[in-house]
């Protein structure tokens, strides 16, 4: 169960395009298309943004889009906001009811 | 709508034990599976353990594996963590999440842990 590897930090200007990589092996990520993403501002809990790789669950604007090819998931957020700086996590399901999250980036709004 | 309240945080010395509650309100509590995650002190989210809907599978996370233990009471629509030998490296706010297929729709809003002397 060793954690998801995402990058400590991205950052983008408002209007522009970024995307958060979250990098597994195939007993996690590349095994399952149970990978789900989060949002998460200071002293909140977690939100769900996406779930299933690319499934946007009601509320969360079409901005943000999820993949994945072979071991790697990325989250991607269009249209930058001010209101989109926060901590982003990965998770993916790794069988044997079992779960991994990654290790959490954080988003910078320029 | 959906509610989740933890409680049973505190702190407690290295080697103790706290067991940890979550209320469930708003759905089905007995037709769902259960999550326990936490997060330290300004590091990452860290999944901990998980209970089927009828208490028939547990697991849990490496770093927690015969210390910790996961139990619900579906009479009371209530989650529980028993947490044994605790250490520092515990010390996290523990959330509960409803267990939504393979992912976590929704949350509490944590109870905090802290494990000093």
């Known amino acids: ?110 | 709508q959906v509610q989740l309240v933890e409680s049973g945080g505190g702190v407690v010395q290295p080697g103790g034990s706290l067991r940890l509650s979550c209320a469930a309100s708003g759905f089905t509590f007995s037709s769902y599976g259960m999550h326990w995650v936490r997060q330290a002190p300004g590091k990452g989210l860290e999944w901990v353990a998980f209970i089927r809907y009828d208490g028939s599978n547990k697991s849990y996370g490496d770093s927690v594996k015969g210390r910790f233990a996961i139990s619900r009471d579906n009479s009371k629509n209530t989650l529980y963590l028993q947490m044994n030998s605790l250490r520092a490296e515990d010390t996290a706010v523990y959330y509960c999440a409803k267990g939504d297929s393979n992912y976590f729709l929704y949350w509490g809003q944590g109870t905090l842990v802290t494990v000093s002397s």
């Open chain 1, 1 to 110: 169960q060793s954690a998801l590897t995402q990058p400590r930090s991205v950052s983008g200007s408002p209007g522009q395009s970024v995307t958060i990589s979250c990098t597994g092996t195939s007993s996690d990520v590349g095994g399952y298309t149970y990978v789900s993403w989060y949002q998460q501002n200071p002293g909140k809990a977690p939100k769900l943004m996406i779930y299933d790789v690319n499934k946007r669950p009601s509320g969360v604007p079409d901005r943000f889009s999820g993949s994945k090819s072979g071991n790697t998931a990325s989250l991607t957020i269009s249209g930058l906001q001010a209101e989109d700086e926060a901590d982003y996590y990965c998770c993916s399901y790794a069988g044997s009811y079992t779960w991994v999250f990654g290790g959490g980036t954080k988003l910078t709004v320029l």
